[in-house]
């Protein structure tokens, strides 16, 4: 059930790890499991959606946007996600870009850099989170949205590898497929909140005032809730409110298009070739990113299977982010 999709996701797994990609992509397996980083930054987006979607509808969008967030959410985990949107409101509502299309899907041959002809086995695809012009400009801009623990400022190393980023070039041409060619990227990236919770002090810890009887500073009778918790979030955020919210055009020229292009033909030509040796070689150095153990950790080291329905799924379309493209399949 090997996919014909080729997405930038796909690719970044493909790049790290053959054993990995051949379990998500060529028999389909995912973790029933979500990383909490993940499923905050899935949180987020979700909410920036509906925003983006009501971009224009002042008395909605916000409302709009936290009712996104839905009600299943761990009460903390929303309360950050509802401090970041409104900062996002605060700081960008004025800025004058008009969407075109919201979370939009693309598709089309994948060309061959060197002959020019479409591959027989792959198609390109993927998600733009926006497309959108420029009023002030009349240029049509791509908006990719990122949620990010690291530093954000511009100039940061953050921005620097994003000349590099195959995402970002990716979608220069799925622009094009969509029918509106793109002058820039625009990287809209939020910056995650580290406050965490703050908990009650330990009895045998506090230490009171002695004229009033209230707990020194930074001591708490109580745990912190929900609400307080997101009050904190936003005045932090009010108070630097770029160190959470950046903006970066990046551009491609055409010959760094091409070098990208290049890129994406490699790997879907290695990929190719695992397939057909039905090797899929293991890399120990990708056990762990990000502080994170891949999910198919155990079934590589022998501890577990993938047939273990608790830990594991195995889904038809393996692009879990694609709803309208279907991929065809081949064993």
């Known amino acids: 059930m090997i996919s014909d999709l080729i997405t930038n996701s796909r690719l970044k797994t493909a790049r790290s790890c053959a054993r990995e990609h051949h379990m998500r992509y ?42 996104a967030l839905g009600k299943e959410a761990d009460p903390f985990e929303r309360a950050r996600a509802e401090a970041m949107i409104l900062g996002y409101e605060a700081k960008w ?15 089309g041959d994948m060309i061959n850099p060197t002959t020019g002809a479409a591959s027989r086995t792959y198609r390109i695809a993927g998600k733009l ?27 940061s190393p953050y921005w620097r590898r994003l000349r590099m980023d195959s995402q970002v070039s990716l979608y220069f ?34 230490k009171y005032r002695k004229k009033d009887g209230a707990l020194y500073e930074n001591q ?26 950046a ?15 290049y890129d994406v033909w490699s790997t879907a030509r290695q990929i190719r070739e695992n397939d057909l040796a039905n090797r899929h070689p293991r890399n120990p150095d990708a ?23 608790e830990r594991f799924e195995r889904r038809a379309n393996p692009h879990s982010e694609l709803v309208s493209i279907t991929p065809k399949h081949r064993d």
Not at 94 to 100: E, G, H, K, S
């Open 287 to 309: 056990c762990i990113r990000y502080g994170r153990t891949c999910s198919f950790f155990d079934v590589c080291s022998g501890a577990a299977s993938l047939e273990d329905s």
């Open 220 to 245: 708490r009778e109580a745990d912190e809730t929900p609400d307080e918790y997101r009050e904190r979030i936003i005045n932090a955020i009010a108070e630097a409110p770029d160190a959470f919210f």
């Open 173 to 206: 041409d799925g622009a094009a497929l969509l029918g509106h060619p793109a002058e820039s990227c625009v990287y809209d990236v939020l910056a995650k909140p580290g406050q965490k919770p703050l908990k009650a002090t330990p009895v045998e810890a506090r």
């Open 93 to 107: 509502s004025d800025a004058r870009l008009d969407p075109i299309a919201v979370e939009v899907e693309f598709c």
């Open 26 to 67: 060529g028999l389909g397996y995912r973790s029933r499991h979500t990383d909490d980083a993940l499923r905050f930054g899935d949180l987020v987006h979700v909410a920036l959606e509906a925003w983006w979607r009501n971009r224009w509808n002042d008395s909605e969008r916000v409302a709009a946007a936290l009712a």
């Open 129 to 155: 989170d926006v497309l959108a012009r420029d009023l002030d400009t009349g240029r049509v801009v791509i908006i990719e949205h990122k949620t990010s623990s690291e530093d954000v400022s511009l100039g």
């Open 247 to 261: 903006r970066g055009e990046v551009v491609r020229l055409e010959s760094e298009l091409a070098d990208a292009r």
